[in-house]
């Protein structure tokens, strides 16, 4: 059975049960009457009829990795994927769903805009895998302003509060931006200053 749909039978048995055991719940007008508390979004969805968030994510994802998908429709599939995984529970399903994979082989994508939107998405989800080379090359050498801009992003959403994840920015650093002694994650200000370098070597960059 759909999880959503099990959910959703769940809800309506303990629910079901509540209102027979009170006495009031039909007499009273006063009463509490029962809502959708303790349903998720996908449970609901399964009741309207409509693709669950995964459905969606999944979707987006295919039709921004299909070859007889124009740019254009793309860039909307790409649009629609930052949105849904602007829900941390969203988010959180992406590695289940085998998504991080191909979102992160966008970041080489030959078309900028296609690097942009994807930097942009893996900034958003605050990236759970290791993309931090690969972003901090497009931050520092890839030839589009936005693109560079959006990995900056990424990276500065990966880095805070995440020490795996600073460390490994601050071993692939040109040696001259490395700081001089060990940072911690957790501390904005040198944070701030590590990312202060890179944005000024991204604008150093030629577009």
Request: hydrophobic share 40%.
């Amino acid at each position: 059975m759909d999880p959503g749909m099990n959910q959703l039978l769940k809800w309506s048995i303990e629910n079901s049960e509540a209102t027979r055991n009170d006495s009031t719940a039909f007499t009273d007008p006063k009463a509490e009457r029962l809502t959708g508390r303790g349903l998720n979004q996908e449970a609901i969805q399964s009741l309207m009829g409509g693709p669950s968030d995964a459905q969606l994510m999944k979707e987006s994802m295919t039709a921004i990795q299909s070859p007889d998908v124009a740019l254009e429709h793309k860039l909307v599939a790409f649009d629609n994927l930052e949105q849904l995984i602007e829900i941390i529970d969203n988010a959180n399903n992406m590695e289940s769903l085998g998504l991080w994979t191909p979102l992160t082989s966008e970041l080489r994508n030959e078309e900028p805009e296609m690097r942009r939107m994807a930097a942009w998405c893996l900034g958003t989800a605050l990236l759970a895998v290791n993309a931090v080379p690969v972003l901090l090359t497009l931050a520092l050498d890839d030839p589009n302003e936005q693109v560079r801009r959006k990995a900056i992003y990424a990276l500065s959403s990966e880095v805070r509060n995440y020490d795996p994840a600073l460390r490994d920015l601050v071993q692939h650093l040109p040696e001259a931006m490395r700081p001089s002694g060990p940072i911690n994650a957790g501390d904005m200000d040198e944070v701030d200053k590590v990312m202060d370098l890179v944005k000024k070597a991204s604008q150093q960059s030629p577009s």
